[in-house]
């Protein structure tokens, strides 16, 4: 599957879906991103099961603020509407592909469980 362009309306829709999306945010006036662009889309051609969005931070800026961005390339990795991962700058191929199996290799039972115990841990404080 290529890579998809996410703007503000889709980005929840698309982070929030079952499975796993992948989101490179970037601009065209940045080095590493551009270097970044051929991983994410090779790596886009051979996981066509997970969804690679991509956020111009540029055309996009209240999304980027939103989502915390403050340097680029951001890589984040969403699992069945979790944010996962979430890391700047641009990674090689190989740091990529241990990115994805370890997205793929969580145990989302557990994910689900720490949250709901931060929660309570963060209303009962």
Not at 14 to 32: E, N, Q, Y
Not at 75 to 80: G, I, Q, S
Not at 85 to 111: K, T, Y
């Amino acid at each position: 599957m290529a890579t998809v362009n996410l703007t503000t309306d889709a980005f929840e829709k698309t982070v929030t879906s079952d499975g796993i999306t992948l989101v490179d945010f970037w601009a065209d006036w940045c080095g590493p991103c551009k270097m970044f662009g051929p991983i994410y889309e090779a790596a886009s051609e051979k996981n066509s099961e997970i969804t690679f969005g991509k956020v111009d931070t540029e055309a996009e800026q209240a999304l980027a603020s939103a989502a915390g961005i403050t340097s680029i390339p951001t890589l984040m990795a969403f699992r069945d509407g979790v944010l996962v991962f979430s890391q700047p700058g641009a990674l090689p191929a190989a740091a990529l592909d241990q990115v994805i199996e370890a997205v793929r290799a969580l145990d989302m039972d557990e994910v689900h469980a720490k949250i709901a115990a931060q929660r309570a841990g963060a209303q009962s404080a």
